[in-house]
C-alpha cells in the first residue's frame, strides 16, 4: 500500500510539473493553493446540493484541476480551460434562476452557502493570479480571465442552489403533510372511476376534442384510464402525470401554474418532468378530504380543464 506522507516538502520545497522544486512560497503553489481550497469547497456544496445541481458542481471540480494543471506546468503549449463556456453557463443559469437585486447574504441553504465560500475563495486565487498574468508572463490572459468567470458562475450556482433547496424543502413538507389517517371506504372506487371517464368523454365529444383520461387512487396508484380515438400520444403521460400532481401537490393543477413563475414560492419545481402546471388535473374530494384525482389530455388548457370539471360534477353527483 502507498504510504500518503513522502517527506520530500519537509523543508519547504515542492515539484513544478516538469520536476523543477520551488519553494512552497513560489506564487504558482500559492495560487494551485487557493484553487484546491476552492475545489474542496465546490465538494461540500456537492454533498449539500439538490440532485439536480450535482452534475454541475462536479464539472466544476474538473475544470478546477484542469486550470491546477495548467498552472502546475507552467508551460504556454498548455491550454486553460475555455472561459466562453463559462460565460455561456452563467447566461444560461441567470436566465432560469434570475438574480435578487439586492445584496446578497449567504446562508439561504447550506449548498448556496457553501457555494459562496468557494466564490470567495475564487475571488482570492484571481487576486494571486494577477501578478502572474500582468507581471511575470506565467499565466495566459484565458487562465486570468476563466478564474474571474468562475467566481461569477459560482454565485450564478449558489443562488440556483438557494431556490431549488427551497423547492425540494417545500415539496417535502407537502408529501409529508397528512396527519389524520385516511379514511379508505371513502377512496374513489373503480365502479366510480369508470363513471368519471364516461361523464369526461362525453364533455370531450360535445366540444369535439379527442381526450385521455385519467384516474387516480389517492396513493397515486393507476385506477383507471382511457385514450379516446385520434388524441395525441403525448397526451398519454400528460393525463397521467396532471392526475399525479394534483395529488402530489394537493392542489388542482390549474391553480400551480403562478406558484411556479420566476420568484414564486415554487420556481423551479417545473425542472422535475413529471410536474404539470397547467388545467387539466382535478382533485376529487370528499368533505375537503381528498380520495382522488382525475387528469385530462388532448386541447388546448381550457378544452381540457372544461372536461375535468365535467369528470369532478360527476363525481359529486355520485356521492350524493
Known sequence: MARIYTGGGDHGETRLWDGSRVSKRDPRIELNGALDETSSAVGLARALAPKILQPEL????QLLQNLMAYVARGNK?????????LEAWIDKT?????????????GDSPAGGALHVARAMVRRAERMALPLWDGEGMLSED????INR???LLFALARKADVESFVDKVVKKIMEADAKPEDKEADVTLDEALNIIEAAKSEAKSINVPMVVTVRAPDGSL??????KDSLPVSIS??????LTALNLKMDTRDLGPLVQPGAALYGLLNDPSVVAFGGGRLLKINDKIVG?????????????????????????LRK
Open 58 to 61: 462536479l464539472k466544476i471540480q
Open 77 to 85: 503549449s498548455v491550454t486553460p480551460p475555455d472561459w466562453h463556456e
Open 94 to 106: 441567470t436566465s432560469s434562476y434570475p438574480l435578487k437585486n439586492e445584496f446578497v447574504f449567504p
Open 143 to 146: 487562465a486570468y480571465k476563466f
Open 150 to 152: 468562475l467566481s461569477d
Open 223 to 228: 385506477l383507471a384510464f382511457e385514450r379516446m
Open 238 to 243: 400528460v393525463s397521467q402525470n396532471k392526475a
Open 293 to 317: 384525482a382525475v387528469g385530462v389530455s388532448g386541447g388546448s388548457p381550457d378544452e381540457d380543464m372544461q372536461v375535468a370539471d365535467a369528470a369532478v360534477r360527476c363525481f359529486e353527483a
